[in-house]
């Protein structure tokens, strides 16, 4: 017997797979209602999960930032390393929206994810407790150049509230 949503999903799924491939389209994705919950919650700044930001790689997802004092942090996971697996499944070939939404789940569970180590290639596998992750919108820093003060901002995604941390730290780097 089979569920008609489930069927509904994957044959939507299949859909946009298909065109998607057929136009070099990296960006379309399918998300089944549960998945689509989740990508909504990463884009307003904070989500439940390990506290990464990932791109996409044929083997599954590349490190590309682990927020401070986050899970993945404490599991020692660092910008280079790959995620290879979740719940051990592979992540060849699944797109870095659905991978990091089998990542997220509620606070206080736990995730079991395989990682490849970006400096030595030894593989691990990990429980890792998800929590509540604020994700920093907006970084700044002043600098010296020359003798000159420089501030520097960096505006990692624009999620909900990010257009004012921006000007406030734009305007504290002015004052400085």
């Not at 998945?35 to 599954?60: C, H, M, W």
């Not at 942090?73 to 070939?93: Q, W, Y």
Request: glycine share 10%.
């Amino acid at each position: 017997e089979t569920d008609n949503d489930k069927l509904e999903d994957a044959s939507i799924d299949a859909m946009v797979d298909k065109i998607s491939k057929q136009n070099d389209d990296k960006f379309s994705h399918y998300f089944d209602a549960e998945a689509y919950e989740r990508f909504t919650e990463a884009n307003s700044g904070q989500f439940s999960g390990i506290g990464l930001s990932v791109v996409e790689v044929k083997r599954g997802l590349e490190v590309a930032e682990v927020f401070e004092g986050s899970p993945a942090e404490e599991a020692e996971i660092e910008t280079g390393d790959l995620i290879v697996a979740v719940e051990g499944d592979s992540l060849r070939g699944v797109s870095a929206d659905e991978a990091s939404s089998r990542i997220k789940g509620p606070p206080g569970t736990e995730v079991e994810i395989t990682v490849v180590d970006g400096d030595n290639g030894k593989e691990r596998t990990l429980d890792v407790e998800r929590a509540q992750v604020q994700v920093p919108s907006v970084v700044s820093a002043m600098k010296r150049e020359d003798g000159e003060k420089i501030g520097y901002v960096r505006l990692s995604s624009f999620t909900r509230g990010a257009r004012g941390e921006l000007r406030s730290e734009i305007e504290d780097l002015q004052e400085r």
